[in-house]
């Protein structure tokens, strides 16, 4: 899944999108434009798009598409 930070999340520093495997995560029902909360081991690859691997997410607010 291939997410964008918010503006004033640190990982901006390092780039504006981020690439998250979601193969290992539970299915939260997030969808296109969803706002998500992603927790990472701490490691950033620094690539284009950035890469992180997830611990766990969690579903802020839904949006339908």
Known sequence: M???PGLDDPIRRSGDKVWVSTANLP???AGLDSLVTVFYDGTVMESYPLQVRPIDWELV???PH
């Open 27 to 29: 299915d939260i029902g």
């Open 61 to 63: 607010r839904f949006a």
């Open 2 to 4: 291939l997410i964008e």
